[in-house]
């Protein structure tokens, strides 16, 4: 029975430097911090040290920034600890008050860098499988990969002639001699031998014990005033910063209605706003839909918005408004004060001090995401984790 668990932390935290700390295990055969690393060539290693360097050096900074370096020298001196431990200190304690730039870079390097941890790490269960699926029949996996490439079925003229085709339709512009023969049948049998593998793989793992404890990095959001879809007790909380103005987020839409329809009352929704500067129209819709929440109908105005997206720079907000079966009256009076642009205002500090870059961008239980294909995926594993 194969099953697959993610120990997750609570709030994100400084990769952790210890060689010996056991990442995943695979059948009770332990991978370490030191096997992850060992793993990546040179310039891929070189680059992990120095991103782990730049976000520590990020994140002192930001401690150095809120604290004033002195007051560290003096701290450690007064109470002889090393200046590491007040770091590592001011960043559980205080981390919710620094500089929201600051903190927005912070929140970008951690994502990079559990990102590159995570590939590695699959990396490494997925070698460790295919080894321990090569010792069950008596191989050396050098043996196994031999034995898979002897059963691959021989390529056809239909399947060269095909290659050929996609690789002409693909190159037409391309100045280089198309690929021979030789060439297509070698990456076609490449191809096969690769989903041979998978299939094995699959089969492997489906019987395999696998336990991840790799944390991804997680943000604390608040959801407070933030219009919802869902249920409020949900165990996954997905937090959207949106733009009106902006296509992708338009298009994210509809991911996120099917993962509504998926998983009904065990996903809730939050909408938060986050115009981009260069989105002339960005703004005074969100406004707008921040005046709409305020009379409870945030969702079916959100929806308009983004169905008229293209005419948001002749808008007509009051009219959307009463199409959404809002009171135009009290609509129009918000839209007049400054309370809703103060909202919006706040949402967007929120963003930065997040780690919002662009929209759409997503926070999956404090995670961060910015495609709908990591968003399944990431849903999923929340939902499976909260059973």
């Not at 898979?148 to 095909?162: E, I, M, S």
């Not at 690789?167 to 198309?178: G, P, T, Y």
């Not at 949106?242 to 994210?252: G, K, L, N, Q, S």
Request: net charge negative.
């Amino acid at each position: 029975m194969f099953w697959l668990i993610f120990l997750l932390s609570a709030a994100a935290a400084t990769p952790p430097h210890s060689s010996d700390e056991v990442l995943a295990t695979v059948n009770g055969v332990a991978i370490r911090r030191s096997d992850l690393v060992k793993a990546l060539d040179e310039r891929a290693r070189q680059g992990y040290v120095d991103a782990a360097d730049d976000l520590r050096d990020l994140e002192h900074s930001a401690v150095r920034d809120y604290l004033g370096r002195q007051s560290i020298e003096r701290e450690a001196k007064e109470t002889h600890a090393t200046p590491d431990a007040i770091y590592d200190r001011v960043l559980a304690a205080d981390y919710e008050r620094f500089d929201p730039n600051l903190r927005n870079r912070i929140e970008q390097q951690r994502e990079r860098i559990f990102t590159a941890e995570r590939q590695s790490l699959d990396e490494l269960i997925r070698k460790t499988l295919l080894a321990q699926a090569a010792k069950a029949k008596g191989m050396t996996v050098e043996e196994l990969e031999r034995s898979l490439a002897n059963q691959a079925p021989p390529v056809t003229k239909a399947d060269v002639d095909f290659i050929r085709a996609y690789e002409a339709s693909k190159q037409k512009a391309s100045e280089s001699a198309a690929p021979g023969e030789a060439r297509l049948d070698a990456a076609i049998r490449a191809a096969r031998v690769e989903q041979m593998k998978d299939a094995l793989l699959a089969e492997t793992r489906a019987h395999a014990a696998i336990e991840s404890h790799l944390a991804p990095p997680r943000v604390a959001l608040s959801i407070a005033d933030a219009p919802m879809v869902g249920s409020p007790s949900a165990p996954v909380r997905i937090v959207e910063f949106t733009d009106f103005e902006c296509p992708y987020c338009r298009e994210a839409e509809a991911t996120l209605k099917r993962i509504r329809q998926q998983y009904g009352d065990r996903v809730a929704v939050y909408f938060r706003n986050y115009p981009l500067p260069n989105h002339l129209y960005a703004m005074p819709s969100a406004i707008a839909a921040v005046c709409a929440a305020e009379q409870g109908r945030y969702l079916p105005y959100h929806d308009l918005l983004f169905e008229h997206q293209h005419e948001l720079k002749n808008a007509d907000y009051a009219m959307w408004a009463e199409m959404a079966g809002l009171d135009r009256a009290k609509f129009e009076t918000c839209r007049a004060s400054n309370e809703p642009r103060k909202r919006v205002e706040r949402d967007i500090r929120e963003g930065v001090a997040a780690g919002v870059a662009g929209t759409p961008t997503f926070f999956v239980n404090g995670r961060a995401v910015r495609d709908d294909q990591a968003l399944r995926a990431v849903v999923a594993e929340e939902i499976a984790a909260a059973r």
